[in-house]
């Protein structure tokens, strides 16, 4: 009875990463509190959806670069499904690339995974009770885009934010010396859908052949580690 009572007043947790090892480590993290604990954990977005119907979730942790996969689209899909559902997005990637998109897309939360794990954890009870949790330099960021909006100034957008998440992941997997057809392989889609991508990646970054693409894709790669 008293471990029934217990196992309630915890937040139920649902871990989507699709590295074992630093998924088991995350899950030990949550499993150390005494007001949270993990449902389950999935490593693939095909799990997650009847993983959530299963245990009804208090939230989801959510991994935005799935192998072969893109959490941003599956945070859409579970948004969709459930316009209340509560996700924390966490990633290796810079915030400022990916935060706003994760937002976009549902999540109520974007920390990274190199941060320490108490900001971590401090993010999850964030999202539980139904704030946003953004680091304070992406909260400024985020802020001064609204007032200067507001102001009619102009404000400086980096070309690969006018991307779509779809457009960002071909350009990543070109970064990291993937060619079309292990793209298309990786991503389930065909060769020329994912050639398609390269000519609107070749517009949207002002590169005009595909060489120049290529090197382009390595360069940014290249900064983001």
Do not use: C
Not at 136 to 163: C, D, F
Request: hydrophobic residues 40%.
């Amino acid at each position: 009875m008293t471990t029934a009572t217990k196992t309630s007043r915890k937040s139920g947790i649902i871990l989507v990463d699709d590295h074992p090892m630093l998924r088991r480590g995350i899950a030990e993290l949550i499993n150390g509190e005494k007001d949270l604990e993990v449902l389950a954990e999935a490593g693939s977005a095909a799990e997650v959806y009847e993983l959530v119907s299963k245990h009804h979730p208090a939230m989801l942790v959510i991994d935005v670069s799935l192998e072969g996969e893109n959490g941003i689209e599956l945070m859409q899909q579970l948004s969709y499904k459930d316009p209340n559902v509560k996700m924390l997005a966490y990633s290796m990637h810079d915030e400022q690339l990916y935060a706003e998109r994760a937002l976009r897309a549902g999540a109520k939360g974007y920390v990274m995974k190199h941060h320490p794990p108490e900001i971590f954890l401090d993010a999850v009870r964030d999202v539980l009770k139904g704030r946003v949790y953004l680091s304070e330099t992406m909260s400024g960021r985020l802020l001064g885009k609204l007032v200067g909006a507001g102001a009619n100034a102009t404000v400086s957008k980096s070309p690969i934010e006018s991307l779509s998440n779809r457009e960002l992941e071909v350009l990543q997997h070109m970064g990291r010396g993937l060619t079309t057809a292990q793209i298309a392989e990786k991503l389930t889609l065909s060769i020329k859908t994912i050639e398609t991508y390269r000519e609107h990646l070749k517009h949207k970054l002002n590169v005009q052949t595909g060489p120049e693409l290529l090197r382009y894709a390595i360069e940014w790669s290249l900064d983001q580690n």
